[in-house]
């Protein structure tokens, strides 16, 4: 690191947590390729739209965190090589194998047919919500939505969804428990060991008793052409899980919160409902789930913007500071539902583009338009500066709690005014294959 660093102080605070884009603003004008060093690794981060965009594409900056220089075991720990070492974590061939497997799996008819059944999910947990007039909105609808989803679609049995979501979200709210950094550390690596040991009594199960889903579609795969290993299956089998709902969530969470902090955003989209798949679109520039593209290492030296960077450095693409770039985006500080609709990078770039694209934007249109049909006067239950975050440090951005009021009113079925969360066709130029990726979906 060059003695111009970003020094973590500067950048890992809770203000930041609150509001990072005037940081990433400042950067973005000042030292566009920047140095940072951060309390989880040092790395370089590229914060303009052009940069990022090349640099999701760049063959010299490396996602195979697990080669010679071990960089991921070193950053995450002596277990997490046991879930992480997947497609997301992988270059071309590697890569495009794996991501051919599970997009064969992952069809687009396998996705169509969860329609109804997320729109179901979504009722059950709105019925739970609205007699009471208040909610705690992540735990009681942004997590468990997503969660149920993936975890039907990969096969996970219903008397296991509780505590195989206990065990990832202790990996998602790492440094935000009231735990000492060692005992964070090791809840961490006892949440990876114990889900790792429950993947793969699932795959053992599911090569026993195939069913209709996804784990047994990729068993097949397996056992007939040795397409996958063992631990490919296993591995492959957590990144659908943990990326099939973590940033789904989180974006709800930030969605809801930038629409009831911009209430003419807010009525707008409630008077022309048929506004919510482009809404989706500008929620995930305007506030994305995934800041930082998951890491890249250079393999050797590379220059941005005048910048050298050493081979062997670690870089991160910072999303949510290129879908802020004045250069692309007039006026990116404001919150617009009827921009139009442009090549923002909250699903990333390139062969890592979100394999999920299609189940998150699905999840997204039926869970973002039911809530705002059927909770009433929805507002937040406390003021905006005292919600509490995901930490700055965190490679999520996304809310710890989400308290919110509204109207109580009866079960699903009341008919209201408005049409918004009325099931949406896919928007045009959503990708023919859907696809676990860079970004919203995880970036594979």
């Given at each position: 690191?060059?003695?111009?660093?970003?020094?973590?102080?500067?950048?890992?605070?809770?203000?930041?947590a609150?509001?990072?884009?005037?940081?990433?603003?400042?950067?973005?004008?000042?030292?566009?390729?920047?140095?940072?060093?951060?309390?989880r690794?040092?790395?370089?981060?590229?914060?303009?739209?052009?940069?990022?965009?090349?640099?999701?594409?760049?063959?010299?900056?490396?996602?195979?965190?697990?080669?010679p220089?071990?960089?991921?075991?070193?950053?995450?720990?002596?277990?997490?090589?046991?879930?992480?070492?997947?497609?997301?974590?992988?270059d071309?061939?590697?890569?495009?194998?794996?991501?051919?497997?599970?997009?064969?799996?992952?069809?687009?008819?396998?996705?169509?047919?969860?329609?109804?059944?997320?729109?179901?999910?979504?009722?059950?947990?709105?019925?739970?919500?609205?007699?009471?007039?208040?909610?705690?909105?992540?735990?009681?609808?942004?997590?468990?939505?997503?969660?149920?989803?993936?975890?039907?679609?990969?096969?996970?049995?219903?008397?296991?969804?509780?505590?195989?979501?206990?065990?990832?979200?202790?990996?998602?709210?790492?440094?935000?428990?009231?735990?000492?950094?060692?005992?964070?550390?090791?809840?961490?690596?006892?949440?990876?060991?114990r889900?790792?040991?429950?993947?793969?009594?699932?795959?053992?199960?599911?090569?026993?008793?195939p069913?209709?889903?996804?784990v047994?579609?990729?068993?097949?795969?397996?056992?007939?052409?040795?397409?996958?290993?063992?631990?490919?299956?296993?591995?492959?089998?957590f990144?659908?899980?943990?990326?099939?709902?973590?940033?789904?969530?989180?974006?709800?969470?930030?969605?809801?919160?930038?629409?009831?902090?911009?209430?003419?955003?807010?009525?707008?989209?409630?008077?022309?409902?048929?506004?919510?798949?482009?809404?989706?679109?500008?929620?995930?520039?305007?506030?994305?789930?995934?800041?930082?593209?998951?890491?890249?290492?250079?393999?050797?030296?590379?220059?941005?913007?005048?910048?050298?960077?050493?081979?062997?450095?670690?870089?991160?693409?910072?999303?949510?500071?290129?879908?802020?770039?004045?250069?692309?985006?007039?006026?990116?500080?404001?919150?617009?539902?009827?921009?139009?609709?442009?090549?923002?990078?909250g699903?990333?770039?390139?062969?890592?583009?979100?394999?999920?694209?299609?189940?998150?934007?699905?999840?997204?249109?039926?869970?973002?338009?039911?809530?705002?049909?059927?909770?009433?006067?929805?507002?937040?239950?406390?003021?905006?500066?005292?919600?509490?975050?995901?930490?700055?440090?965190?490679?999520?951005?996304?809310?710890?709690?989400?308290?919110?009021?509204?109207?109580?009113?009866?079960?699903?079925?009341?008919?209201?005014?408005?049409?918004?969360?009325?099931?949406v066709?896919?928007?045009?130029?959503?990708?023919?294959?859907?696809?676990?990726?860079?970004?919203?979906?995880?970036?594979?």
């Amino acid at each position: 690191m060059t003695e111009h660093a970003v020094r973590a102080s500067e950048v890992y605070t809770d203000e930041f947590a609150a509001d990072p884009y005037p940081t990433f603003a400042r950067l973005r004008a000042e030292t566009p390729v920047c140095p940072v060093s951060s309390p989880r690794f040092d790395s370089y981060l590229i914060t303009g739209f052009d940069d990022a965009r090349a640099a999701l594409t760049d063959p010299r900056l490396s996602k195979d965190l697990y080669g010679p220089g071990q960089h991921y075991l070193r950053i995450f720990g002596p277990n997490s090589e046991a879930l992480n070492r997947n497609m997301l974590n992988a270059d071309p061939p590697e890569h495009t194998r794996l991501r051919r497997i599970v997009s064969q799996a992952f069809s687009p008819r396998r996705i169509e047919a969860l329609r109804p059944r997320v729109a179901q999910i979504v009722d059950d947990l709105l019925d739970r919500i609205t007699p009471h007039g208040r909610a705690e909105l992540m735990h009681d609808f942004a997590i468990p939505l997503p969660m149920m989803v993936i975890s039907e679609l990969l096969g996970i049995p219903e008397a296991d969804h509780e505590r195989v979501l206990d065990w990832t979200q202790v990996i998602r709210t790492s440094g935000s428990a009231n735990r000492r950094p060692e005992e964070d550390r090791a809840a961490v690596q006892e949440a990876q060991l114990r889900l790792h040991h429950y993947l793969a009594d699932l795959v053992q199960a599911k090569r026993a008793h195939p069913a209709d889903d996804m784990v047994s579609a990729l068993i097949e795969d397996c056992d007939q052409d040795g397409k996958l290993s063992e631990r490919e299956l296993v591995t492959t089998t957590f990144l659908l899980l943990f990326a099939g709902h973590q940033t789904t969530a989180d974006f709800l969470g930030n969605a809801t919160v930038a629409l009831l902090t911009h209430p003419d955003q807010l009525d707008l989209l409630r008077a022309r409902p048929e506004l919510l798949p482009s809404a989706i679109e500008e929620l995930l520039r305007f506030d994305g789930p995934l800041p930082v593209a998951s890491p890249r290492i250079a393999t050797e030296d590379v220059e941005y913007r005048g910048v050298r960077i050493p081979r062997g450095a670690i870089v991160g693409v910072v999303i949510n500071a290129a879908n802020h770039d004045p250069a692309h985006f007039a006026d990116p500080d404001r919150l617009d539902l009827c921009r139009e609709r442009g090549p923002h990078l909250g699903f990333g770039y390139g062969v890592h583009y979100c394999l999920g694209v299609s189940l998150a934007r699905m999840e997204a249109r039926i869970g973002l338009g039911a809530l705002l049909r059927r909770l009433p006067e929805l507002r937040l239950g406390v003021p905006v500066d005292e919600l509490r975050r995901l930490p700055a440090a965190s490679p999520f951005r996304g809310l710890l709690e989400l308290p919110v009021q509204f109207t109580a009113s009866g079960a699903a079925g009341d008919p209201t005014a408005g049409a918004v969360g009325d099931p949406v066709p896919a928007a045009a130029g959503d990708p023919a294959v859907v696809g676990v990726g860079d970004a919203a979906g995880g970036n594979a």
